[in-house]
């Protein structure tokens, strides 16, 4: 992973980017996937576990900017809380994929995008508890939002973002993690 | 409008400016100011009614969801009219249009800003606008670069989706079904492709900037931007006067 150039991880991040605008729309036409996939987390992962937690960064917060300049979507309400939690998506899948070495890719994988889930969730809710939504934001409230709503979403998550980061490696765009 | 009278500095500015005036309105002049101001301002720009329109066509179910949320559940006021557990109340009422006219106001002012800038003066004005930020050792270039790239990639990226989706039907694939999880997975065949041909479009133009010799980080020279014009100073000097209004009002 180490061995990318910065300029591939910069247009990476872009393409990573532009795939925050330009999947949600192509999810648009099939009713309710938009709120069940949450299409828009997909390139922020990826693009956190490729290039590194600095781009990570940078992909969850221009990623729903850019999208709800260009779109509409998210709604400028939803828009803080929603860049803070994708940035937390892109940092920890980030840094966990920089500093885990299991010796299998799949475990490294894995293991970084739950942490990166459940932290991205963690600081979503406190934002909108303690930020966005003083006073009228509950636990139950966060759970059902979080995790009741998006599970079939979470789930394909866990089984789509570790296949396209391994066919990435392997159609040789990224390097290998660990050797052949 | 993209090589209009106004310098891309300054409408990004104005944009910003014109949103810290719709998060700082409270009452209904203000809006009314607003609403009325971006009349002019999309008629600099080109935007035809059409694309004008267009938020509040694609938006409105959201919008009409927000008012209803306001007006029926408020419980601080005193109600109009009560059954079950529907408040309607004038102050949630109220509240419920203006949380949908600031929504509204900031869409349509984001649609003005990028039907009068090209993605290379965007690109430019983001650059100018963060060049402070690079005191505290953060990489404006580079993130400029970026957003720029990004830009560029949307609308080839929008064309590649259509046509890999129309190609995956071809092949028997089929989006929707009624069972939520059943649907999700019906878009895997789609997700795929789409990343591996965006990665290899993005792969190829790395290649090409350091064929040529780009370095990230690296110095470079850029064209001088001219000062600010009268025009320009004008449009930000009303920028600011309309926050200030929209503060006080």
Redesign the interface.
Known sequence: MNSM????K??????C???C???P???H?????GS??S?MH?PVY?CGLICGWPYGL?CGL?GPL?S???T?MP???YLPPMMIELAVYGTVSGLLMTFLHTGKTYADLYVSLVAAMLAGRLLAGFSRALIFAHGSYSLHAWVVGYFVTSL??T??HL??IP??VV??MK?R??PQRYGA | MTDGIFDARTKLLCFLLFVTAVIEAGTFLPFLVLVVLLFPASRCAGLCAHDFFR?LA??WQ?FLL?WLMNAFFSTDARPLWHWWIFNLTEEGTIQGLL?VL??LL??EA??I??ASSSTKESVGAINWTLTPLSLFRVPVG??S???????Q??PM??EE??RI?KAQKARGAV??GKN??K??????P???P???R??????A??TA??ARG????GRRTKRKRPPFSLCDKLALSGGMILVVFCYLA
């Open positions: 150039s910065s300029v591939k910069s247009m990476f991040t872009a393409v980017i532009a795939l605008v330009v999947l729309m192509a999810f036409g099939v009713k309710n996937a069940v996939f299409p997909l990826v940078l221009a850019l709800s300049l260009l509409g709604p400028v309400s079939p979403g789930i394909i089984a789509v296949s396209i066919a990435l159609s765009l990224v | 938020p694609s938006l959201f927000v949380v600031r929504v900031i869409v984001g649609a800003y990028t580079e993130i670069l970026i957003i720029g790239s990004a830009l990639f949307v990226l929008q989706t259509e989706k989006f929707g939520l999880i649907r999700a997975k019906s878009m895997i789609l997700l795929l789409v990343f591996l965006a990665f290899s479009h993005a792969d133009l790395a900037m350091e780009y370095q990230s980080g």
